[in-house]
């Protein structure tokens, strides 16, 4: 099948990683780019900080000074294909949980910062990101970003839409017992919004973590078009504008949304905390 400028085919690397070492997850990611090249894939998305590991301790902080994105350039360019991948991020003496998105020729496009921060793992090391729309044009298509726990906001999701998003990528860490995020809420959030949704976790476990697995890519009609529960291994889905455009004609949510009737609500919220 060709694939057009606005309809580009993602992969999505769902695996255990290597906690802690560096260069093996960087080797990993080598081969998987070729892979999904290999396999027509013009985008590969990996799961939350997928370069180090997640849950490995106060290790995070050394690993985060190293030039990690240049190492990621380098994969993409020789690999011809576009990489959306978790790093942390060090920067004026504060830590981020990033994503990264750099293009097939190796050029930095964006990085998306972890806007909500999830329980003593996050908070202990990261500082929160303040960006919450991440959107990068590429190959006629408008693709969004987010980290794991920023998705279970719907509001976050909305606002990507809101600004003409076809496609979002998250990668994630998502852990036992939140099963039902990666299996229902992914969904939803493709529906109500409209969109294509790439949800990319870990396998297996590191230190006291036991990843659910379960990636998925969703079309905006709710329908899983690859999926994998558990163990390593590439997912595939074609994302295609003209879909999107479709299917907010016939569900026009975002059009009909009244958005004057949530802001008195929204500011009395925050007036409150």
């Not at 981020?96 to 998306?112: C, I, K, L, P």
């Not at 910062?113 to 090391?125: C, M, Q, S, V």
């Not at 990528?169 to 109500?192: C, G, H, K, L």
Request: proline residues 3%; hydrophobic residues 40%; aromatic residues 8%.
């Amino acid at each position: 099948m060709s694939i057009t400028r606005s309809q580009i085919r993602v992969a999505g690397l769902q695996s255990a990683g290597s906690p802690g070492d560096v260069n093996a997850n960087l080797d990993e990611l080598s081969a998987a780019a070729r892979a999904a090249a290999g396999s027509g894939a013009q985008l590969l998305v990996t799961s939350e900080l997928f370069v180090t590991g997640y849950d490995i301790g106060d290790a995070i902080r050394s690993l985060a000074r190293q030039d990690l994105i240049s190492q990621v350039r380098r994969i993409a360019e020789v690999s011809g294909i576009a990489l959306i991948v978790g790093v942390p991020e060090h920067e004026s003496g504060k830590l981020y949980n990033s994503a990264v998105f750099v293009d097939h020729t190796g050029r930095h496009r964006a990085t998306h910062r972890k806007t909500h921060l999830f329980g003593e793992l996050d908070r202990r090391y990261f500082t929160a990101g303040e960006k919450v729309v991440t959107v990068v044009d590429y190959l006629g298509l408008r693709i969004g970003m987010m980290i794991c726990y920023d998705v279970e906001f719907p509001e976050n999701t909305r606002m990507v839409a809101l600004n003409g998003a076809d496609f979002l990528a998250v990668p994630t860490a998502q852990m036992e017992p939140f099963e039902f995020v990666a299996d229902s809420v992914i969904r939803t959030r493709a529906w109500e919004n409209q969109m294509y949704v790439a949800y990319i976790n870990h396998a297996g476990r590191e230190g006291d973590t036991v990843y659910v697995g379960r990636s998925s890519i969703v079309a905006p009609d709710a329908t899983v078009l690859d999926s994998i529960v558990a163990g390593s291994g590439l997912i595939y889905g074609d994302v295609d504008a003209t879909v999107v455009a479709e299917a907010r004609r016939r569900n026009p949510y975002l059009s009909d949304l009244r958005p004057e009737l949530n802001d008195p609500l929204m500011r009395r919220f925050g007036d409150r905390n």
